[in-house]
């Protein structure tokens, strides 16, 4: 079975930067299409960034394009997310999350129901 733990999360200031990282045991996801989602208070979650399994094809959600940047080491089973810019709206739980299919298409990357695997969330505070 896989497991994804987040790490990398804090209270941080407004304009900030902050890296999330997401490791795997279990099994590797070389293979495997990541993504990233988050989850504010009193909302749903939400897509934040998608990657196939080599790198190669990445989505943003409008809201991070140009702040935020996915990126992944197969070699270490890691994805991480690179936040800079960040804003108090950027408050959430971060969840890493792996599909079972090397890549989606390209609305794919944003749909819960694409990823089998998910963590269990690191908080980031974005304080104004």
């Known amino acids: 079975q896989v497991q994804l733990v987040e790490s990398g999360g804090g209270l941080v200031q407004a304009g900030d930067s902050l890296r999330l990282s997401c490791t795997a045991s279990g099994r590797t996801l070389r293979w495997n299409a990541m993504g990233w989602f988050r989850q504010a208070p009193g909302k749903e979650r939400e897509f934040v960034a998608g990657v196939s399994w080599g790198g190669g094809s990445v989505y943003y959600a409008d809201s991070v394009k140009g702040r935020f940047t996915i990126s992944r080491d197969n070699a270490k089973n890691s994805l991480y997310l690179r936040m800079n810019s960040l804003k108090p709206d950027d408050t959430a739980v971060y969840y890493c999350?792996?599909?079972?299919?090397?890549?989606?298409?390209?609305?794919?990357?944003?749909?819960?129901?694409?990823?089998?695997?998910w963590g269990q969330g690191t908080q980031v505070t974005v304080s104004s």
């Open positions: 999350a792996a599909s079972k299919d090397a890549s989606l298409s390209g609305t794919s990357y944003s749909t819960e129901e694409a990823y089998n695997f």
